[in-house]
Every structure is written in structure tokens, then in C-alpha cells.
């Protein structure tokens, strides 16, 4: 499985501030944030985040849009949610420079998280990370992002950040099969903001992407918002996850929407892998308020036992992501 953006605006330091104190401790605590989540992700064979912005140091300075620097205690509560791998190649991959690249990297390999999209040397970007899936089955996911906000590649370091380049990515997609991947994922970063439609650009990079016989599935987000699910060469498309946390300043309602993608791998008689079912699950993240600390809610489960969200905001959110998900008009999705 795999959902969108966690974008740590400063709002949900905050709402991840007032959790610690209600355990009676200091700093940040993230995991209350995400713990919606958790029956999702933990369950699932391998759980892809996507960590849009890099860490500061332990105690900081911390920054805020637009260029981020969030509490590297996120990755305690990445962890205990039950992820296993987060692609970090975005638009911010390279706010706090290099050294923020090598510093969101080391925090993710001492939580034992695997990572794709950035790197801290010219051998790892070349070195295909695997995942080993308790049935022994490896996937690999390669990454690349659109641009980085006009901020230039670190000086010297042209393999720090993977870019959206068809053949850049193909090539590290065949490197995966040669060391051993049974599936290859493919993670684009591109989009309008906010636009619930697919551009030009996702368009052809899934085209060409879906055109290799060694990618077996394109997923995509940095639009904020859901955007349309379909199937391109025989192959799944997700252009665009939305969020899965975020608290944007613009008042943004579909920003709030974000749909977790859940997807079976079957062998087949040739020994290769295909999707067998596919599956969208609707999340909504609360807006924090001070005494009300912000929480990341699966609709369907959220509509069983409503609380602080109304049952028309949470029906909402559930008609509008499946409005999206599904005008492709694509058969074989089923709804979680």
C-alpha cells in the first residue's frame, strides 16, 4: 500500500506538541497523528509513505513553507504507524541542502525504514534498495521528481536528488530486476497543485514508464489533491494520492482529502507479477486547532463511529474521492 504527501506544516508541530503533553512528556509526538492509519499500514506486505520534506537537527531551527525543515521526530511516528519504506525525491527535496538530504536519510536508517529518491553518495543512487516481503518476494521502487521549487541540485552532487527522467528512471528500473526485484514501483512527483485532473507531463511519463516491461505499476502525488486512477499498457496508473497529512494556509477543502492505494500482486504462469485487485481507501486529516489536536481518519471506519467529524463532512469526502478515483471509468477498483 502507499498514500500521499506527509507535508509537516508548522500547525501540526503544534498538534503533535500538545499530544506529547498529554502523555506527559516534551517534544513532539506523531504516532497519535498517523495511528488512524495504523490497521492499514501495519497489515499490509510493504507500506510506502511519501516524506515530501526534509529533517532539521534534533532540536532544530525548525522551518515552515517554503522551505521546510520539520522535527525529525515524524520518523518515530512513520514507524509506529508501520511503514516501511517513504520515496523522498519532491519539489523540497533540497530545502535544507545537502546536508538536509543526508540528515532525513540518516534518521530513516536508524528507524530500519528503507528510502528511495535521494541519496548521500553517487554508489547509493546506483545501488538498488530491496524489499524483501515476509513470502520472499523483492520490490524495488524507483523515484523522480519534477523540479525543486528553482532550488538548485546540490553543487557537485547531480545524483543527490532523482529527477523525473524516463530514461534516468528505466535505467535504475532494469539495475532493481538485474540485482533480484520480483516488482518494480514507479513514484512520480509532478502535477498541477491542487488540479484533480492529471497534466500533459503525468501523462506521458506514465506512457512511457508503463511501456517497459519492467515496471509493473505508476503511482504518483505532489498535487495535494486526489487525482484520477487508470490503467495504461495493461499496467495501473494512480496519478495522484493527494495528501495524507498537510495543513495548508490556503483554504484548500480537497487538501484535507487523501486516498491510501492498496494493491495484490499474483505470480503468474510466466513467474511474473500482475496486479490482481486493486483498492482505494479514502482518508480525510483534521484541521488543528489548539486544544483539538489534528488526526488522519480512514472515512470508512470514521462513518462507524463518527466523532469530532460530521458525518456529512466525512460523505463528503468519500463521494468526492470516489468521483475522482474512478473518471477514467476504469473496471476492477473496489472501494475500502
Known amino acids: 500500500m502507499m498514500n500521499g504527501?506527509?507535508?509537516?506544516?508548522?500547525?501540526?508541530?503544534?498538534?503533535?506538541?500538545e499530544d506529547a503533553r498529554a502523555r506527559g512528556r516534551s517534544g513532539y509526538d506523531f504516532a497519535p497523528l498517523l495511528?488512524?492509519?495504523?490497521?492499514?499500514?501495519?497489515?499490509?506486505?510493504?507500506a510506502?509513505?511519501?516524506?515530501?520534506?526534509?529533517?532539521?537537527?534534533k532540536g532544530g531551527p525548525f522551518s515552515n513553507y517554503p522551505q521546510f525543515a520539520a522535527p525529525p521526530q515524524v520518523v518515530a511516528g512513520i514507524r509506529a504507524t508501520g511503514y516501511d519504506l517513504c520515496t523522498t525525491a519532491s519539489n523540497h527535496s533540497v530545502d535544507g541542502g545537502f546536508a538536509?538530504?543526508?540528515?532525513?536519510?540518516?534518521?530513516?536508517?536508524?528507524?530500519?525504514?528503507?528510502?528511495?529518491?535521494?541519496?548521500?553518495?553517487?554508489?547509493?543512487?546506483?545501488?538498488?534498495?530491496?524489499?524483501?516481503?515476509?513470502?520472499?518476494?523483492?520490490?524495488?521502487?524507483?523515484?523522480?521528481?519534477?523540479?525543486?521549487?528553482?532550488?538548485?541540485?546540490?553543487?557537485g552532487r547531480p545524483w543527490s536528488v532523482d529527477q523525473l527522467d524516463v530514461p534516468a528512471m528505466l535505467a535504475r528500473a532494469k539495475r532493481a530486476r538485474r540485482a533480484g526485484a520480483d516488482i518494480v514501483l514507479a513514484a512520480i512527483h509532478a502535477g498541477d497543485e491542487y488540479s484533480p485532473k492529471e497534466n500533459a507531463?503525468?501523462?506521458?511519463?506514465?506512457?512511457?514508464?508503463?511501456?517497459?516491461?519492467?515496471?509493473?505499476?505508476?503511482?504518483?502525488?505532489?498535487?495535494?489533491?486526489?487525482?484520477?486512477?487508470?490503467?495504461?499498457?495493461?499496467?495501473w496508473v494512480v496519478f495522484g494520492l493527494g495528501n495524507t497529512v498537510a495543513q495548508h494556509r490556503t483554504p484548500v477543502a480537497r487538501s484535507y482529502e487523501g486516498v491510501t492505494a492498496r494493491f495484490t500482486f499474483t505470480r503468474t504462469a510466466n513467474g511474473r507479477f500482475r496486479v490482481s485487485r486493486a483498492e482505494y481507501i479514502p482518508t480525510l486529516v483534521t484541521h488543528y486547532e489548539p486544544g483539538h489536536p489534528a488526526r488522519v481518519l480512514v472515512v470508512s471506519q470514521a462513518l462507524?463511529?463518527?466523532?469530532?467529524?460530521?458525518?456529512?463532512?466525512?460523505?463528503?469526502?468519500?463521494?468526492?474521492?470516489?468521483?475522482v478515483v474512478l473518471s477514467h471509468h476504469v473496471k476492477g477498483l473496489t472501494r475500502g
Open 201 to 235: 507531463q503525468q501523462r506521458q511519463v506514465a506512457r512511457a514508464l508503463t511501456a517497459s516491461p519492467d515496471i509493473d505499476l505508476v503511482y504518483g502525488h505532489h498535487a495535494h489533491v486526489v487525482q484520477p486512477w487508470t490503467r495504461i499498457n495493461g499496467k
Open 35 to 46: 495511528a488512524g492509519l495504523k490497521p492499514v499500514v501495519s497489515t499490509a506486505d510493504l
Open 100 to 155: 538536509g538530504i543526508v540528515r532525513t536519510l540518516e534518521d530513516l536508517d536508524r528507524a530500519k525504514i528503507l528510502h528511495a529518491g535521494t541519496a548521500r553518495s553517487a554508489a547509493e543512487e546506483r545501488t538498488p534498495e530491496l524489499f524483501t516481503t515476509r513470502q520472499g518476494v523483492r520490490i524495488a521502487v524507483v523515484a523522480g521528481t519534477y523540479g525543486l521549487n528553482g532550488l538548485p541540485v546540490p553543487r
Open 304 to 323: 462507524r463511529h463518527p466523532g469530532a467529524v460530521s458525518r456529512h463532512r466525512l460523505l463528503l469526502a468519500q463521494r468526492r474521492t470516489s468521483a
Open 48 to 57: 510506502i509513505c511519501h516524506e515530501e520534506v526534509p529533517l532539521a537537527p
Open 5 to 17: 504527501d506527509l507535508l509537516w506544516h508548522n500547525t501540526l508541530w503544534s498538534s503533535a506538541a
